[in-house]
């Protein structure tokens, strides 16, 4: 896929109904709202995304790391394990999100991909500024090949994941992981990841304030709570399609979505993975926007179906 000039806008029927009901609350934009006020509106969000799946068991734990502790949750699906693990690293900029706005996520993929999902409470910004989610998100991964087992987890299956800000966690976690000599990874599932912070390329400037997309000062917004200095921006281990060379990384699921800013990155970096030899597919969906995955739409749920098939067809041994 290629960037594009957009023609005549076809957003899905469902999804143009959602921005409709959006539009009559009238809500100011993000980075006009004092910090913990935008959480909370994030979390309260969560009532709108429908009812969440039962799984077999669900367990909050605190896991230890090089720093101290981190928060974790854990679904297991039914059946006998061992069972593969997805390491999965929540969305929200950075700044917003939690293990409870993405719970409904974390228990579909548990028992589509009849995996462990591991959803991690990672350090958000601007109370902890980068590198710390990085660095946790790869602490977790390593703490969970080496205690798999305790989990019900099987240590030689284990993959990354994550939406938005999270699918870029993933993305680094997987370069970090491939630099460190491990773990190994069995794949990755970027969900409209979050992968340049130039922030220049055609569907984040011409799609910011649009389509339920945030603002270009919303972006702003974002990247100066999480980053301390302009430079950090050209790091690839904040802007992941920056990175010199991505040969070697675990086989990939990108998914993005038509009228998403983030766009055009995610396609990009599934063409550079393609390049560098590395086994890739990018879904994108017609008519969708940003965060599709985590609502109740049609395309939604087939998205999610598609994430789910590919973890299982990646944990196969």
Not at 73 to 95: E, K, M, N, S
Not at 230 to 258: C, F, H, N, Y
Not at 283 to 302: C, L, N, Q, T
């Amino acid at each position: 896929m290629t960037e594009e000039t957009e023609g005549q806008i076809s957003l899905h029927p469902q999804v143009e109904a959602y921005l409709e009901r959006l539009a009559q609350f009238n809500f100011g934009e993000l980075h006009t709202f004092p910090l913990e006020l935008a959480r909370e509106g994030v979390r309260r969000g969560v009532a709108l995304l429908g009812e969440p799946e039962a799984v077999a068991a669900v367990e909050d734990r605190v896991i230890p790391v090089a720093d101290g502790e981190l928060g974790v949750r854990i679904y297991t699906p039914a059946g006998d394990g061992p069972f593969p693990v997805l390491l999965f690293f929540h969305g929200g900029g950075f700044v917003l999100g939690d293990l409870d706005t993405h719970d409904g996520l974390c228990r579909s993929l548990a028992n589509g991909a009849e995996s462990i999902v591991v959803s991690v409470d990672y350090p958000r910004a601007p109370e902890h500024k980068y590198p710390a989610a990085p660095d946790a998100c790869y602490a977790a991964t390593r703490w969970v090949a080496e205690h798999a087992a305790e989990i019900g987890g099987d240590p030689t299956r284990i993959a990354v994941g994550g939406d938005s800000a999270g699918g870029n966690l993933a993305a680094v976690v997987a370069l970090m992981a491939r630099e460190h000599g491990g773990p190994a990874l069995a794949f990755q599932l970027l969900i409209y990841p979050d992968l340049d912070f130039r922030r220049s390329n055609y569907s984040i400037r011409e799609y910011a304030g649009k389509y339920g997309n945030i603002s270009r000062a919303t972006q702003y917004w974002f990247m100066d709570h999480y980053l301390t200095t302009e430079a950090e921006k050209l790091d690839p281990r904040v802007s992941p399609l920056l990175a010199p060379d991505l040969a070697g990384l675990p086989p990939a699921l990108v998914i993005t979505a038509e009228y998403d800013a983030l766009r055009d990155e995610g396609e990009q970096y599934g063409r550079r993975l393609e390049e560098a030899g590395v086994p890739v597919t990018v879904s994108r969906y017609p008519g969708m926007i940003h965060e599709f995955v985590r609502h109740p739409f049609d395309d939604s749920a087939k998205a999610r179906s598609e994430a789910a098939t590919a973890l299982r067809k990646a944990f196969v041994r």
